[in-house]
């Protein structure tokens, strides 16, 4: 006993210094925990961390009172995620699940309705085995064509083209507008031309207003390689012999008075100058002048091209064809002048089919009345991956 008990004592020894060093340690990280807890800085130890998130104003706790805010958030992003317009144009584009009752498992529920009182109907020593028809569900996956569609523009171009025309000129050239000088035994004069063009027609008035009307003497007016004569007591109208002679505007044009008098005959003419040049006085004197000028004008057109870039495509066809920008009126400008230009439709868009609809290897699964429900998954533009049961 007594080599027992020393035995013993020094393995109590041993426990006590465990223990003692377990509990300085506990003493030593005796409340570090709560002041790393206290100290602690979320923002730098969770990433994106924020004590005020955007989620907050969704929930009130108790006091909350309506969760619309909630619902129309996430109906928005619903709306605008690319998921959610995923499982959106899957629902819109997926045919209604059919129910056919030619379906295996819907016959054999008629099957079992209709003897349903044999079966169920025998109790105690005669109830015997019947095999009952259960049905049981796959799912198989397969792929197939969707109806691919795009759209392209066609814009109304305006154009244009020269053209011409020929509008009527007429001018009347009064004694005063012409510059007038004697050239030794003759009188001569000129002007500006009134307007560009070929002359059909012109006349030289003459005419003194006194008694005779005339200075009675023989006279001769020449212009523009016509002339006209008047008599010793002639006046009044003559037509002149201008007929397809062509004028620019502004060119310089002569006419030439000539008088056979007898005796004093410059300074009859001297005279005559000053009565030509000045207003008024007795002495009628003018020109009028008739024809046409050539005008050259813009004629604005529109035209629409016939196709766009989709009817290119291979497989393409049109389907639709619309009015996308309405018609009316616009202003165009070329070399200083506008012109206004209508059109019914100045933007047609074009609806182009550029690939139909086929089942692909789903065909199988569409046509057989047992698939009652179908899906629409993920995959990749033009084709459909779907889930049959």
């Known amino acids: 006993m007594m080599a027992l008990g020393l035995l013993v004592v020094p393995a109590a020894a041993g426990d006590q210094g465990d223990y003692r060093e377990g509990a300085d340690f506990a003493r030593q990280v005796q409340g570090k925990g709560v002041e790393a807890l206290k100290n602690a800085q979320p923002e730098q130890m969770i990433p994106n961390y924020s004590n005020s998130p955007k989620e907050k104003q969704y929930y009130g706790g108790v006091t909350a009172e309506s969760d619309g805010a909630l619902k129309n958030d996430g109906a928005t992003a619903w709306s605008v995620s690319e998921t959610g317009q995923t499982v959106n144009e899957s629902v819109v584009n997926n045919p209604k699940e059919k129910l056919s009752p030619d379906a295996p498992f819907i016959q054999a529920g008629r099957e079992i309705e209709g003897k349903a009182e044999h079966v169920v109907g025998k109790t ?72 560009t063009g070929k002359l059909t027609a012109g006349a030289v008035h003459l005419e003194v207003q006194n008694a005779l009307h005339a200075y009675g003497w023989p006279t001769t007016i020449t212009v523009l390689g016509a002339q006209a004569g008047y008599g010793q007591s002639d006046w009044g109208r003559r037509d002149l012999g201008v007929g397809g002679v062509t004028l620019n505007a502004g060119q310089s044009v002569e006419v030439v008075i000539t008088i056979q008098a007898s005796g004093h005959l410059v300074t009859f003419l001297d005279a005559l100058v000053r009565q030509l040049s000045r207003s008024g006085g007795t002495m009628l004197f ?41 018609g009316g009126e616009r202003t165009v400008e070329l070399n200083g002048q506008r012109y206004t230009v209508s059109a019914s439709c100045w933007r047609f868009t074009d609806t182009y089919r550029l690939q139909a609809a086929s089942q692909g290897n789903c065909e199988v699964y569409a046509n057989n009345p047992a698939c009652i429900r179908w899906r629409c998954m993920a995959a990749p533009l033009a084709t459909s991956r779907s889930v049959f049961t």
């Open 124 to 195: 105690g020593p005669d109830c015997k085995a019947e095999q009952v028809t259960h049905s049981t569900f796959t799912r198989h996956v397969c792929e197939r064509d969707t109806a691919v569609f795009r759209t392209c523009d066609r814009v109304v171009e305006i154009g244009g083209h020269e053209a011409t025309r020929y509008e009527d000129r007429n001018a009347h050239i009064d004694r005063t507008a012409i510059r007038w000088w004697r050239d030794g035994t003759r009188v001569r004069g000129t002007f500006p031309a009134p307007f």
């Open 286 to 326: 003018h020109f009028d002048f008739y024809g046409s000028s050539e005008v050259r004008y813009w004629v604005p057109t529109t035209s629409v091209p016939p196709t766009c870039a989709l009817e290119k495509e291979a497989g393409a066809v049109k389907v639709n064809t619309e009015c996308s920008e309405a």
